[in-house]
Nanobody, 122 residues
Framework: QVQLLESGGGLVQAGGSLRLSCVASGSFFSLENMVWYRQAPGKQREMVAS???????NYADSVQGRFTISRDNTKNTMALQMNNLKPDDTGVYFC????????????????WGQGTQVTVSS
């Protein structure tokens, strides 16, 4: 079982920066892909950035060049550095991971954090 806790959200002016963190705890064998999602009110949840266990990253076009995803496998943490924030970045940001609870990949399941609110004012 995996528990994910996000932190670092807040209210910031357009052009500002925030750094989100996600900490994984519980009983698990390994964390595979880790992903940041966000959801604005009335809109579908969208993938913001992802990172594999080996460090390969992928970004949504809307955040490319502004956001940087990273992870520390020794600490079971993931971060999202968000620069030059825009009002359209406003939403609840969720940490997601595909985690194995055993050596077999058959044990892999997705886990979600509760989310942290990011509000960008103009």
């Amino acid at each position: 079982q995996v528990q994910l806790l996000e932190s670092g959200g807040g209210l910031v002016q357009a052009g500002g920066s925030l750094r989100l963190s996600c900490v994984a705890s519980g009983s698990f064998f390994s964390l595979e892909n880790m992903v940041w999602y966000r959801q604005a009110p009335g809109k579908q949840r969208e993938m913001v950035a992802s990172i594999t266990r080996g460090g390969t990253t992928n970004y949504a076009d809307s955040v490319q060049g502004r956001f940087t995803i990273s992870r520390d496998n020794t600490k079971n943490t993931m971060a999202l550095q968000m620069n030059n924030l825009k009002p359209d970045d406003t939403g609840v940001y969720f940490c997601n991971t595909l985690a194995r609870t055993g050596i077999s990949y058959g044990t892999a399941k997705p886990y979600w954090g509760q989310g942290t609110q990011v509000t960008v004012s103009s």
